[in-house]
């Protein structure tokens, strides 16, 4: 008998520890393997080289494939303009002109120092090959203090974290119905891309690009909305998706290390995750002047656009599940309350104004009415709500029409106390269910009385 009490509080031990642990183990071997495997011996993988004509193309090609096999992907251009042109285009990392004594190679530091080096080493072997001497020629060069080329990935995780942070947060503001929060990450969206961009200029980091402020806001923007879209359907485990996402998998092909020189997982991770992109985009906007950004800014919506997706499903949810009962084996279901986001504050149980709530907006854990013996509604009746041991989470009154409301809950069991001068206080024990909007009322009798002395 005894193990069968204990076994329960074992799992569930074992169960809290495990769900407390997994956020920082996920984000240690995260960070261990992504960082380590990503970025510590960069190498070309079908870097995209043009070089000015045809017949110079075909050598080229040859003696890269014998140094470097699959490093380089080479085609030919007319000319040495063309050459310029391509890496300016974004049509390649750089442009290889040859000549009898002396050889040129068009690259821009721009996409990263690290590109830049690989690319001078591997053609300076080239050209030393042929007794040939390299000038390495700079078509879009970094901001003056950006020496690297690397400030931008730094700005796009300024833009970036933040956004994923926001989300979090917000999670507490438990009187905010959707549209305010996607209006608050709008607001604050533009003021982290307003300052980011002013603070960049102004130390000679960026360009001066007012484009840039648009990419930065929707960046922020797409993250944060992602976030809040994945929090109510992965709950505890926010922090540790929202981790991997936006940091593990995201920082190491941010472009610290560029694109070309990530092994191919990590290349194909460039390609679709926000911050990547978001470099991406503002890496055309400040220094190619718009070249290649449709790409980066057509993903960035589609996060967008999935996280509105997530924001809907939700609410939808949400007021399908409140509109069926639930039933007595959902109930014994229920466990301990699942928190949305372990390192921050739970959200802070609210009374809330009685009124209708449309479709999308915030909808009440609880909801009841209470009125007298006459079944008349009783006003400014005193409404309190406790947990199983006996702690206050709110307290609140009811309106004119006897109607109380109040959001922010915990779920699992919770005790209502229900009083007003002059009458019986009454006690309710309440079950509160995810999605569903459980209904207390209560019906307060007018307390005897006391009968007159006889003389």
């Not at 183990?25 to 079908?46: C, I």
């Not at 449709?294 to 967008?304: F, T």
Request: with cysteine; charged share 15%.
């Amino acid at each position: 008998m005894t193990d069968q009490i204990e076994r329960p509080d074992g799992i569930r031990l074992v169960r809290t520890l495990a769900e407390a642990v997994m956020f920082p183990l996920v984000l240690f071997l995260g960070l261990l393997l992504s960082f380590s495997t990503a970025l510590h011996a960069p190498q070309p993988h079908h870097a995209k080289i043009v070089v000015a004509h045809s017949a110079v193309e075909r050598k080229v090609d040859a003696a890269l494939r014998q140094q470097h096999p699959g490093g380089f992907d080479v085609t030919a251009v007319a000319d040495a303009r063309g050459a310029r042109q391509a890496v300016l285009d974004r049509d390649a990392v750089a442009g290889y002109v040859a000549g009898p004594r002396q050889s040129v190679l068009y690259v821009s530091r721009a996409n990263g120092m690290s590109l830049e080096q690989a690319l001078t080493k591997g053609f300076t072997a080239l050209a030393a090959h042929n007794h040939q001497t390299l000038t390495v020629t700079e078509v879009a060069p970094p901001a003056s203090k950006d020496q690297n080329g690397t400030v931008v990935v730094y700005f796009g995780v300024a833009w970036s974290v933040p956004g994923y942070i926001l989300a979090t947060t917000l999670l507490r503001a438990v009187t905010f119905n959707r549209r305010k929060r996607l209006l608050t990450i709008a607001g604050a969206a533009a003021v982290f891309s307003a300052v980011g961009f002013l603070i960049g200029v102004g130390l000679d980091y960026l360009p001066n690009e007012p484009s840039a402020m648009a990419i930065g806001f929707l960046l922020t923007t797409a993250v944060a909305t992602v976030s809040s879209g994945l929090a109510p359907f992965t709950k505890q485990f926010l922090p540790a998706v929202g981790m991997t996402l936006f940091i593990v998998l995201s920082v190491p092909v941010s472009g610290l290390t560029a694109a070309p020189l990530l092994p191919t997982f990590f290349r194909g991770l460039h390609a679709v995750m926000p911050l990547a992109n978001g470099v991406d985009a503002l890496r055309g906007v400040l220094y190619f002047d718009g070249a290649g950004v449709l790409k980066p800014v057509l993903v960035l919506c589609a996060w967008l656009a999935a996280g509105l997706a997530l924001l809907g499903l939700d609410t939808w949810r949400h007021h399908r599940m409140a509109a069926r009962p639930v039933s007595e084996d959902e109930q014994e279901d229920v466990e301990e309350p699942p928190v949305e986001d372990p390192s921050l504050e739970a959200p802070t149980p609210t009374a809330l104004p009685v009124h209708h709530h449309h479709f999308g907006e915030l909808v009440p854990m609880l909801v009841g009415t209470v009125r007298d013996g006459a079944q008349q509604p009783v006003q400014h009746a005193a409404v309190t709500v406790m947990d199983t041991n006996g702690r206050q989470l709110v307290h609140t009154t009811t309106n004119a029409r006897g109607d109380y409301a109040v959001t922010g809950l915990p779920e699992g069991y919770i005790s209502l106390v229900v009083s007003s001068v002059g009458r019986k206080p009454v006690v309710h024990q309440v079950l509160l269910h995810f999605g569903a909007v459980a209904r207390a009322d209560a019906t307060l009798h007018d307390r005897p009385v006391a009968a007159s002395p006889r003389a």
